[in-house]
Protein backbone atom coordinates (compact mmCIF):
# COMPACT_ATOMS: atom_id res chain seq x y z
CA UNK A 1 0.00 0.00 0.00
CA UNK A 2 1.48 3.51 -0.91
CA UNK A 3 -1.31 5.59 0.24
CA UNK A 4 -2.16 5.72 4.02
CA UNK A 5 -5.23 7.44 5.84
CA UNK A 6 -4.75 8.65 9.67
CA UNK A 7 -6.08 10.60 12.66
CA UNK A 8 -4.33 12.24 15.43
CA UNK A 9 -5.38 13.80 18.53
CA UNK A 10 -5.05 16.94 20.09
CA UNK A 11 -3.61 17.38 23.17
CA UNK A 12 -3.99 20.17 26.16
CA UNK A 13 -1.05 20.53 29.06
CA UNK A 14 -1.55 21.24 32.13
CA UNK A 15 2.26 21.85 32.99
CA UNK A 16 2.86 24.41 29.81
CA UNK A 17 6.14 24.00 27.12
CA UNK A 18 7.21 27.75 26.93
CA UNK A 19 10.82 28.46 25.32
CA UNK A 20 13.14 26.58 23.42
CA UNK A 21 17.05 26.00 24.18
CA UNK A 22 17.25 24.73 20.46
CA UNK A 23 14.75 26.37 17.72
CA UNK A 24 15.99 23.88 14.64
CA UNK A 25 15.85 21.59 16.68
CA UNK A 26 13.03 22.46 18.59
CA UNK A 27 14.53 21.26 22.47
CA UNK A 28 12.15 22.83 25.09
CA UNK A 29 13.81 24.66 28.02
CA UNK A 30 11.33 22.50 30.68
CA UNK A 31 9.47 19.15 30.92
CA UNK A 32 6.01 19.18 30.10
CA UNK A 33 2.42 17.35 30.88
CA UNK A 34 -0.57 16.79 29.41
CA UNK A 35 -3.71 15.41 28.53
CA UNK A 36 -4.95 13.61 24.57
CA UNK A 37 -8.27 14.69 23.95
CA UNK A 38 -10.89 12.17 22.17
CA UNK A 39 -10.40 12.07 18.57
CA UNK A 40 -14.03 11.86 18.15
CA UNK A 41 -14.76 15.07 19.01
CA UNK A 42 -11.88 16.58 17.55
CA UNK A 43 -8.93 15.52 15.15
CA UNK A 44 -6.74 16.05 12.50
CA UNK A 45 -6.83 13.51 9.46
CA UNK A 46 -3.61 13.22 7.04
CA UNK A 47 -3.73 11.32 3.93
CA UNK A 48 -0.29 10.50 2.54
CA UNK A 49 0.58 8.66 -0.57
CA UNK A 50 3.75 7.87 -2.95
CA UNK A 51 4.31 7.66 -6.12
CA UNK A 52 7.03 6.92 -8.66
CA UNK A 53 4.77 9.07 -10.84
CA UNK A 54 4.89 12.34 -8.25
CA UNK A 55 7.48 14.94 -9.75
CA UNK A 56 7.94 16.31 -6.66
CA UNK A 57 6.38 16.87 -3.04
CA UNK A 58 3.27 18.36 -3.02
CA UNK A 59 0.97 19.49 0.65
CA UNK A 60 -2.35 20.57 0.57
CA UNK A 61 -3.75 22.06 4.11
CA UNK A 62 -7.68 22.50 5.20
CA UNK A 63 -8.20 22.39 0.91
CA UNK A 64 -5.60 24.71 0.14
CA UNK A 65 -2.09 23.34 -1.41
CA UNK A 66 0.75 25.08 0.61
CA UNK A 67 4.30 25.12 -0.02
CA UNK A 68 6.44 22.32 1.69
CA UNK A 69 9.22 24.26 1.25
CA UNK A 70 9.11 24.85 4.93
CA UNK A 71 12.34 23.80 7.50
CA UNK A 72 9.56 22.17 9.88
CA UNK A 73 7.71 19.81 7.35
CA UNK A 74 11.29 19.14 5.82
CA UNK A 75 12.65 18.12 8.83
CA UNK A 76 10.06 15.56 9.95
CA UNK A 77 9.90 14.11 6.19
CA UNK A 78 13.88 14.01 6.06
CA UNK A 79 14.09 12.25 9.50
CA UNK A 80 11.58 9.91 8.50
CA UNK A 81 12.93 8.82 4.90
CA UNK A 82 16.41 8.71 6.76
CA UNK A 83 14.68 5.84 9.16
CA UNK A 84 12.94 4.42 6.35
CA UNK A 85 16.55 3.70 4.71
CA UNK A 86 18.23 2.26 7.48
CA UNK A 87 15.57 -0.32 7.48
CA UNK A 88 16.91 -3.65 6.50
CA UNK A 89 13.86 -5.06 4.80
CA UNK A 90 14.19 -2.03 1.52
CA UNK A 91 10.32 -1.72 1.55
CA UNK A 92 10.71 1.77 3.33
CA UNK A 93 13.70 2.16 0.99
CA UNK A 94 12.31 2.17 -2.32
CA UNK A 95 9.08 4.06 -1.55
CA UNK A 96 11.38 6.70 0.47
CA UNK A 97 12.72 7.75 -2.94
CA UNK A 98 9.75 8.81 -4.61
CA UNK A 99 7.88 11.78 -4.28
CA UNK A 100 4.73 12.25 -1.79
CA UNK A 101 1.49 13.71 -1.93
CA UNK A 102 0.05 14.56 1.30
CA UNK A 103 -3.29 16.41 2.20
CA UNK A 104 -4.77 17.02 5.49
CA UNK A 105 -7.85 18.79 7.23
CA UNK A 106 -9.26 19.16 10.63
CA UNK A 107 -12.33 18.67 11.72
CA UNK A 108 -12.35 21.20 14.37
CA UNK A 109 -12.56 24.97 13.02
CA UNK A 110 -9.10 26.56 12.91
CA UNK A 111 -10.25 29.47 13.94
CA UNK A 112 -11.22 28.38 17.00
CA UNK A 113 -7.50 28.54 17.96
CA UNK A 114 -7.45 25.29 19.31
CA UNK A 115 -3.85 23.50 19.24
CA UNK A 116 -4.11 22.16 15.62
CA UNK A 117 -0.36 22.05 14.70
CA UNK A 118 -0.24 19.50 17.43
CA UNK A 119 -2.89 17.08 15.92
CA UNK A 120 -1.85 18.37 12.64
CA UNK A 121 2.38 17.25 12.50
CA UNK A 122 1.47 14.08 14.82
CA UNK A 123 -0.44 12.59 12.56
CA UNK A 124 1.74 13.38 9.49
CA UNK A 125 4.66 11.75 11.08
CA UNK A 126 2.37 9.19 11.99
CA UNK A 127 0.73 8.50 8.80
CA UNK A 128 4.81 8.96 7.23
CA UNK A 129 5.99 6.31 9.46
CA UNK A 130 2.83 3.46 8.48
CA UNK A 131 3.83 4.31 4.81
CA UNK A 132 7.22 3.61 5.37
CA UNK A 133 6.88 1.10 8.09
CA UNK A 134 9.25 2.94 10.49
CA UNK A 135 9.23 1.72 13.63
CA UNK A 136 10.50 2.82 17.66
CA UNK A 137 9.76 6.05 18.47
CA UNK A 138 8.60 8.98 15.87
CA UNK A 139 7.64 11.70 18.82
CA UNK A 140 11.07 12.80 18.54
CA UNK A 141 10.15 13.40 14.68
CA UNK A 142 6.87 15.07 15.46
CA UNK A 143 8.75 17.42 17.82
CA UNK A 144 10.62 18.75 14.87
CA UNK A 145 7.17 19.83 13.04
CA UNK A 146 5.97 21.48 16.85
CA UNK A 147 7.49 21.09 19.90
CA UNK A 148 3.99 20.27 21.66
CA UNK A 149 2.89 17.60 18.37
CA UNK A 150 5.22 14.97 19.97
CA UNK A 151 2.62 14.67 22.65
CA UNK A 152 -0.59 14.07 20.47
CA UNK A 153 1.31 10.61 19.66
CA UNK A 154 0.44 9.33 22.73
CA UNK A 155 -2.98 8.69 24.14
CA UNK A 156 -3.96 9.05 28.01
CA UNK A 157 -1.82 11.30 29.89
CA UNK A 158 1.13 12.41 28.54
CA UNK A 159 4.96 13.52 29.34
CA UNK A 160 7.26 15.34 27.43
CA UNK A 161 10.57 15.24 28.87
CA UNK A 162 12.94 17.84 27.81
CA UNK A 163 16.11 16.21 27.21
CA UNK A 164 19.66 17.06 27.74
CA UNK A 165 21.14 15.23 24.77
CA UNK A 166 22.69 18.08 22.09
CA UNK A 167 20.82 16.34 19.14
CA UNK A 168 18.03 15.80 20.65
CA UNK A 169 17.45 12.07 20.94
CA UNK A 170 16.38 11.99 24.45
CA UNK A 171 13.53 14.61 24.03
CA UNK A 172 10.74 12.69 23.74
CA UNK A 173 7.27 12.34 24.65
CA UNK A 174 6.16 8.83 27.04
CA UNK A 175 2.89 8.11 28.34
CA UNK A 176 2.26 8.51 31.94
CA UNK A 177 -0.87 6.91 31.97
CA UNK A 178 -3.17 5.08 29.52
CA UNK A 179 -6.61 6.96 28.50
CA UNK A 180 -8.57 3.75 30.38
CA UNK A 181 -6.73 4.95 33.48
CA UNK A 182 -9.14 7.70 34.79
CA UNK A 183 -11.93 6.88 32.87
CA UNK A 184 -13.88 9.99 34.66
CA UNK A 185 -12.10 13.00 33.37
CA UNK A 186 -13.78 15.01 31.05
CA UNK A 187 -12.63 18.34 29.52
CA UNK A 188 -14.94 21.38 28.27
CA UNK A 189 -13.43 23.65 25.85
CA UNK A 190 -14.79 27.07 25.86
CA UNK A 191 -14.73 28.71 23.02
CA UNK A 192 -14.03 32.11 23.51
CA UNK A 193 -15.08 35.35 21.07
CA UNK A 194 -11.89 37.46 20.13
CA UNK A 195 -11.12 38.86 17.01
CA UNK A 196 -7.72 39.52 17.75
CA UNK A 197 -4.71 39.00 15.86
CA UNK A 198 -2.28 36.70 18.15
CA UNK A 199 1.14 36.50 18.14
CA UNK A 200 2.34 32.75 17.39
CA UNK A 201 3.41 30.49 20.03
CA UNK A 202 6.79 30.19 18.41
CA UNK A 203 7.65 33.74 18.11
CA UNK A 204 6.12 34.37 21.60
CA UNK A 205 8.36 32.04 23.36
CA UNK A 206 11.25 33.32 21.36
CA UNK A 207 10.68 36.57 22.97
CA UNK A 208 9.58 34.80 25.99
CA UNK A 209 13.03 33.48 26.49
CA UNK A 210 14.79 36.71 25.39
CA UNK A 211 13.30 38.94 27.74
CA UNK A 212 11.65 37.34 30.54
CA UNK A 213 13.75 37.20 33.82
CA UNK A 214 10.54 35.00 35.46
CA UNK A 215 10.68 32.22 32.62
CA UNK A 216 14.32 31.47 33.80
CA UNK A 217 13.03 31.52 37.92
CA UNK A 218 10.19 29.52 36.46
CA UNK A 219 12.07 26.79 33.90
CA UNK A 220 14.42 26.13 36.95
CA UNK A 221 12.49 26.38 40.51
CA UNK A 222 9.08 25.46 39.55
CA UNK A 223 8.08 23.21 36.61
CA UNK A 224 10.71 19.91 37.78
CA UNK A 225 8.73 20.23 41.40
CA UNK A 226 4.98 20.66 39.40
CA UNK A 227 5.94 18.09 37.04
CA UNK A 228 6.84 15.78 39.70
CA UNK A 229 3.67 16.39 41.41
CA UNK A 230 1.22 16.58 39.08
CA UNK A 231 2.52 13.15 37.42
CA UNK A 232 2.19 11.77 40.93
CA UNK A 233 -1.52 13.48 41.20
CA UNK A 234 -2.17 11.72 37.82
CA UNK A 235 -0.97 7.94 39.07
CA UNK A 236 -2.72 8.52 42.35
CA UNK A 237 -6.12 9.90 40.54
CA UNK A 238 -5.36 12.61 43.30
CA UNK A 239 -7.96 15.55 41.00
CA UNK A 240 -7.28 18.08 44.11
CA UNK A 241 -3.96 17.99 43.51
CA UNK A 242 -4.16 17.86 39.68
CA UNK A 243 -6.27 20.66 39.57
CA UNK A 244 -4.49 23.29 42.09
CA UNK A 245 -1.19 22.29 39.85
CA UNK A 246 -3.01 22.92 36.68
CA UNK A 247 -4.83 26.25 37.01
CA UNK A 248 -0.95 27.62 39.00
CA UNK A 249 1.29 26.38 35.93
CA UNK A 250 -1.16 28.32 33.13
CA UNK A 251 -1.93 31.15 35.84
CA UNK A 252 2.71 30.82 35.52
CA UNK A 253 2.40 30.27 32.00
CA UNK A 254 0.35 33.83 31.27
CA UNK A 255 2.38 35.64 34.33
CA UNK A 256 5.92 34.66 31.86
CA UNK A 257 3.59 36.24 28.93
CA UNK A 258 3.15 39.61 30.55
CA UNK A 259 6.62 39.44 31.84
CA UNK A 260 7.69 39.17 27.84
CA UNK A 261 8.89 42.27 26.58
CA UNK A 262 6.74 43.51 24.75
CA UNK A 263 3.71 41.68 26.33
CA UNK A 264 2.10 38.72 24.79
CA UNK A 265 -1.74 39.14 26.19
CA UNK A 266 -3.43 35.86 25.18
CA UNK A 267 -6.33 35.82 27.66
CA UNK A 268 -9.09 38.73 27.59
CA UNK A 269 -11.98 39.87 29.81
CA UNK A 270 -13.77 36.62 28.99
CA UNK A 271 -10.79 34.47 29.96
CA UNK A 272 -10.26 36.22 33.31
CA UNK A 273 -14.30 36.12 33.38
CA UNK A 274 -13.98 32.12 33.46
CA UNK A 275 -10.93 31.97 35.74
CA UNK A 276 -12.86 34.11 38.42
CA UNK A 277 -16.44 32.01 38.24
CA UNK A 278 -13.88 28.56 38.10
CA UNK A 279 -12.30 29.89 41.40
CA UNK A 280 -15.82 30.85 43.03
CA UNK A 281 -17.28 27.39 41.82
CA UNK A 282 -14.62 25.77 43.92
CA UNK A 283 -14.86 28.09 46.44
CA UNK A 284 -18.98 27.32 46.88
CA UNK A 285 -18.14 23.68 46.39
CA UNK A 286 -15.20 23.59 49.52
CA UNK A 287 -13.13 21.73 47.39
CA UNK A 288 -11.12 22.12 43.95
CA UNK A 289 -14.07 20.45 41.19
CA UNK A 290 -12.94 21.98 38.08
CA UNK A 291 -9.61 23.31 37.00
CA UNK A 292 -8.66 25.26 34.06
CA UNK A 293 -5.83 26.11 31.55
CA UNK A 294 -5.03 28.79 28.76
CA UNK A 295 -3.05 28.11 25.43
CA UNK A 296 -1.56 30.60 23.48
CA UNK A 297 -5.38 32.59 22.94
CA UNK A 298 -7.94 33.40 24.92
CA UNK A 299 -10.03 29.59 24.93
CA UNK A 300 -10.58 28.00 28.40
CA UNK A 301 -10.16 24.59 28.17
CA UNK A 302 -11.16 22.89 31.60
CA UNK A 303 -10.48 19.84 33.26
CA UNK A 304 -13.60 18.05 35.90
CA UNK A 305 -14.75 14.61 36.73
CA UNK A 306 -17.88 13.06 35.06
CA UNK A 307 -20.08 13.68 38.25
CA UNK A 308 -19.71 17.34 38.14
CA UNK A 309 -19.82 17.99 34.60
CA UNK A 310 -23.76 18.78 34.21
CA UNK A 311 -24.04 21.09 37.40
CA UNK A 312 -21.48 23.14 35.82
CA UNK A 313 -22.84 23.38 32.72
CA UNK A 314 -26.14 24.66 34.79
CA UNK A 315 -23.58 27.22 36.36
CA UNK A 316 -21.47 27.86 32.73
CA UNK A 317 -25.09 28.19 31.26
CA UNK A 318 -26.63 30.61 33.64
CA UNK A 319 -23.48 33.11 33.64
CA UNK A 320 -22.31 32.74 30.15
CA UNK A 321 -25.97 32.53 28.16
CA UNK A 322 -25.42 31.26 24.66
CA UNK A 323 -25.40 34.45 22.08
CA UNK A 324 -28.34 33.99 19.23
CA UNK A 325 -25.54 32.55 16.40
CA UNK A 326 -26.68 29.79 14.80
CA UNK A 327 -24.28 27.51 16.02
CA UNK A 328 -24.93 24.33 18.55
CA UNK A 329 -23.71 25.94 22.04
CA UNK A 330 -22.63 22.67 23.33
CA UNK A 331 -20.77 20.23 20.97
CA UNK A 332 -19.46 16.66 21.72
CA UNK A 333 -20.55 14.58 24.30
CA UNK A 334 -24.19 14.86 25.19
CA UNK A 335 -24.97 15.83 28.76
CA UNK A 336 -28.36 15.29 30.98
CA UNK A 337 -29.63 18.79 31.78
CA UNK A 338 -29.68 19.47 35.33
CA UNK A 339 -30.90 22.25 37.39
CA UNK A 340 -28.91 24.10 39.74
CA UNK A 341 -30.24 25.32 43.36
CA UNK A 342 -30.05 29.47 43.53
CA UNK A 343 -28.19 28.61 46.97
CA UNK A 344 -25.22 27.53 44.93
CA UNK A 345 -25.17 30.32 42.31
CA UNK A 346 -25.62 33.06 45.09
CA UNK A 347 -22.46 31.74 46.38
CA UNK A 348 -21.36 31.90 43.58
CA UNK A 349 -21.72 35.55 43.72
CA UNK A 350 -20.86 36.24 39.95
CA UNK A 351 -23.62 38.20 37.37
CA UNK A 352 -24.53 36.31 34.36
CA UNK A 353 -22.39 38.01 31.80
CA UNK A 354 -23.32 39.34 28.26
CA UNK A 355 -25.00 36.58 26.29
CA UNK A 356 -22.62 35.76 22.92
CA UNK A 357 -18.98 36.24 25.57
CA UNK A 358 -18.77 32.03 24.39
CA UNK A 359 -18.85 30.58 20.73
CA UNK A 360 -19.63 27.42 21.94
CA UNK A 361 -18.00 24.83 24.07
CA UNK A 362 -17.02 21.08 23.10
CA UNK A 363 -17.08 18.66 25.94
CA UNK A 364 -15.00 15.79 25.67
CA UNK A 365 -13.06 13.28 27.47
CA UNK A 366 -9.42 11.91 27.20
CA UNK A 367 -8.60 9.60 24.81
CA UNK A 368 -6.25 7.46 22.17
CA UNK A 369 -3.33 8.16 20.55
CA UNK A 370 -3.26 8.17 16.02
CA UNK A 371 -5.45 5.66 14.70
CA UNK A 372 -4.81 3.81 11.12
CA UNK A 373 -8.32 4.51 8.75
CA UNK A 374 -8.34 1.29 6.96
CA UNK A 375 -10.84 1.89 4.88
CA UNK A 376 -10.04 3.92 1.27
CA UNK A 377 -13.30 5.52 1.32
CA UNK A 378 -11.08 7.72 4.14
CA UNK A 379 -8.66 8.73 1.77
CA UNK A 380 -8.37 12.51 0.84
CA UNK A 381 -6.55 11.87 -2.44
CA UNK A 382 -7.95 10.43 -5.59
CA UNK A 383 -5.78 7.01 -7.34
CA UNK A 384 -3.67 9.89 -8.99
CA UNK A 385 -3.12 11.88 -6.05
CA UNK A 386 -5.25 15.14 -6.19
CA UNK A 387 -7.62 16.16 -3.24
CA UNK A 388 -11.32 14.51 -3.49
C1 LIG B 1 1.06 27.32 24.97
O1 LIG B 1 4.08 23.51 20.12
O2 LIG B 1 2.71 25.37 19.10
O3 LIG B 1 0.31 25.45 23.73
O4 LIG B 1 7.10 24.20 19.05
O5 LIG B 1 7.04 26.54 18.22
O6 LIG B 1 5.50 24.81 17.23
P1 LIG B 1 6.26 25.29 18.47
O7 LIG B 1 5.16 25.71 19.54
P2 LIG B 1 3.84 24.96 19.98
O8 LIG B 1 3.65 25.62 21.43
C2 LIG B 1 2.63 25.23 22.30
C3 LIG B 1 2.61 26.14 23.48
C4 LIG B 1 1.42 25.94 24.41
C5 LIG B 1 1.81 25.07 25.60
C6 LIG B 1 1.85 23.58 25.38
O9 LIG B 1 1.11 23.04 24.54
O10 LIG B 1 2.61 22.94 26.12
Known amino acids: MNIITCI?????????????????????????????LSIKEMHAKTTVMASPNFKEDKIWLNGKEETFQNQRLQSCLQEIRRRAKQKADN?????????????SENNFPTAAGLASSAAGYACLVFA????????GDISGIAR????????SLYGGFVRWHQGSALDGSDSIATQVAPESHWPEMRILVLVVSDKRKKVSSSAGMQNSVNTSELLKYRVSHCVPQRTEAIVKAIINKDFDTFADITMKDSNQFHAVCLDTFPPNVYMNDTSHAIVNLIHSYNTASEKNKVTYTFDAGPNACLYLLQSEVPKLLAVLNHIFPAGNESVEYLQGIPVEKQAVSQEFIAAIGMQPQEPGLLK??????????????????????????FPK
Open 128 to 135: LAQLYDVS
Open 91 to 103: KGDSISNWSIHVC
Open 144 to 151: QGSGSACR
Open 8 to 36: APVNIAVIKYWGKRDEKLILPLNDSVSAT
Open 360 to 385: YMIHTEVGVGPQVLNEPRHHLLTDAG
